[in-house]
C-alpha cells in the first residue's frame, strides 16, 4: 500500500468508525423509543432521558443486545460485499465491528456493557455473550483476510489504527458528550 492508499484507507477507517458507532448507538436509541421510552444517544451511549425509570428485565435485554445485534448484521453483509468485490477499501466496515465489541468486551470489567448485561440478565457469566460475538467476528475477519489474501502486517496495523480510533472515540465521547438526540 503506498502512501495515498494508506492515506485513503485510513481515511475510510475514520468514517467507517464513526458510522459503526452511531449507528450501534442510534440502534440502542430505536430499542428505546419502539418500547415507549424517551431516550437520547451520544456517539459512545444510548439511555434514557429519565434516569429515574427501572426497566424491566426483557426491556433491558432489548435494548442491551439491539445494537450489537446490528453491528453483527453490519459485519456479515459487509462479509459477503468483500467476498464478491475484494475491495480493501471496504474492509474498515467489517473490522472496526470486531474492535468495537473486543473493546466493549474489555470494558466489561468495569461496569458491564451490552453483551455483558444481557449475559448476566439471562443468568450467564459476565463475558459468555461477549466471547461468542467476538469469536463471531473474529471468524469473520480471519476467513474473509484468508479469501482476500490480507496479510498478518496488514491486519495489525489495521488492528493498531482501528483501536487508537475506537480509545480517540470514546474518550471524546466521554469529554464532549455530544448527543444526537
Known amino acids: 500500500m503506498n502512501a495515498i492508499q494508506l492515506t485513503k484507507y485510513v481515511a475510510i477507517m475514520v468514517l467507517a468508525t464513526f458510522l459503526t458507532f452511531f449507528f450501534h ?16 444517544f451520544t456517539l459512545n451511549g444510548a439511555s434514557l432521558k429519565d434516569a429515574t425509570i427501572k426497566l424491566p428485565k426483557a426491556h433491558r435485554i432489548i435494548t442491551s443486545i439491539s445494537a450489537p445485534i446490528f453491528t453483527i448484521i453490519q459485519a456479515i453483509v459487509f462479509y459477503f460485499i468483500l467476498k464478491k468485490r475484494k ?29 455483558g448485561r444481557v449475559s448476566l440478565d439471562l443468568g450467564l457469566n459476565l463475558y459468555t455473550i461477549s466471547i461468542i460475538v467476538v ?33 480517540g472515540l470514546v474518550y471524546l465521547d466521554s469529554k464532549y458528550k455530544i448527543r444526537f438526540v
Open 87 to 115: 475491495n480493501i477499501m471496504l474492509y474498515p466496515f467489517l473490522f472496526l465491528p470486531f474492535i468495537m465489541r473486543l473493546g466493549a468486551s474489555w470494558a466489561n470489567q468495569f461496569k458491564p456493557n451490552d453483551e
Open 25 to 40: 448507538e442510534m440502534s440502542h436509541w430505536i430499542a428505546y423509543e419502539l418500547l415507549g421510552y424517551d431516550a437520547g
Open 135 to 167: 469469536a463471531f467476528l473474529f471468524y469473520l475477519i480471519f476467513k474473509i483476510s484468508k479469501k482476500n489474501k490480507y496479510s498478518l502486517g496488514f491486519n495489525i496495523m489495521t488492528f493498531i489504527i482501528s483501536g487508537l480510533l475506537l480509545f
